[in-house]
């Protein structure tokens, strides 16, 4: 054993104790995976990340730093919040990037582009989502889900299998409210090996489905561009979300940056929410996480958030 750099971090929050926390070993170097693993679930975070150097490859295509992502469960090859925690802690542990503008990451899912946005304590982290992977789910197995989380069938209004390292089960509903009352029976949800994601749209323009994807269709079908939604203009959430993940050890997650991120992806892209929103999760679990999203002119989509330092020291590793 040696004593190793650590950070605890809380994401997606600018008031330590309202976002997801995140333990992050410095110097993972040495270690094997049974001892990341077994630390992992010592910590009962839900997800504990190594940083280590990147590999030679990686390296040469601009990245700065390698990270592995545990669960109490397992490895995952891509997770949102330890992202933006981990880039965090590595700054602050005095990690200089190959680039000004971002910071790259190696994960198992490949290179993740990080960007820094805003100024001073108003800063956030942005992760590029990654490419993501759709289909519809099968009926039997949304009907199962549908009855895990106690929702009648008029109360879903859309679903996706939903891949971008993790795989979630996305299901869109009617109300802000049906989200936030929702009693999962978890058992039958990890009996399942169902990770869930559910969302609804808090502004009625946008919940009903009547975004105008862009001025150019608008004018195709010879409409007026409509004015920026509210959801827009404000900083208050537009969406809320929860994620229940019983099949890896986490009954509900307060705030998860991979899930948030290939919502926007679905979402955004079939027309459902806005290219620019915030999206409240947590609530349930007394967070108050933000998350931050943003469509850029290429289609990529940006995942950000804010990011607080709450321990800092070594650990015996």
């Known amino acids: 054993m040696s004593q190793r750099p650590f950070q605890q971090i809380d994401v997606f929050t600018e008031t330590a104790g309202y976002g997801n926390p995140l333990a992050v070993v410095l110097d993972g170097r040495g270690l094997d995976d049974e001892a990341m693993q077994r630390f992992a679930r010592w910590t009962n975070l839900s997800e504990t990340t190594f940083l280590l150097p990147p590999s030679e490859a990686a390296r040469a295509q601009g990245a700065d730093y390698q990270v592995r992502i545990f669960t109490p469960g397992g ?72 009855r895990a989380l106690g929702l009648k069938p008029q109360q879903v209004l859309a679903a996706q299998v939903l891949d ?50 862009s001025n150019r269709e608008a004018r195709a079908f010879g409409q007026s561009p409509r004015p920026t939604s509210p959801v827009h203009d404000t900083t208050a959430p537009g969406l809320e979300v929860r994620a229940f993940a019983a099949p890896i050890g986490v009954m509900e997650d307060p705030v998860t940056g991979s899930l948030n991120a290939s919502l926007a992806q679905w979402l955004i892209a079939d027309g459902h929410a806005p290219r620019d929103y915030i999206a409240a999760q947590g609530t349930c679990l007394d967070r108050a996480g ?28």
């Open 75 to 146: 490895e995952l090859p891509f997770a949102g919040h330890p992202t933006l925690g981990s880039c965090h802690a590595w700054l602050r542990h005095g990690g200089q990037p190959q680039r000004a503008d971002e910071v790259v990451q190696e994960c198992r899912v490949g290179l993740v582009r990080i960007r820094r946005e805003g100024q001073g304590a108003q800063q956030r982290l942005a992760f590029a989502a990654p490419a993501l992977t759709r289909s519809d789910p099968s009926p039997a197995v949304l009907s199962q889900v549908a």
């Open 164 to 213: 971008n390292g993790p795989v979630w089960l996305g299901l869109l509903l009617d109300h802000p409210q049906t989200v936030l009352a929702l009693q999962p029976n978890h058992l039958e949800l990890k009996a399942l090996g169902q990770k869930v994601g559910v969302v609804a749209i808090e502004h009625p323009e946008v919940r009903t489905g009547l975004i105008v994807r």
């Open 290 to 317: 933000r998350v931050h999203i943003h469509c850029d002119a290429q289609q990529q989509v940006w995942v950000g958030g804010a990011s607080v330092t709450c321990i800092e020291g070594t650990v015996d590793l």
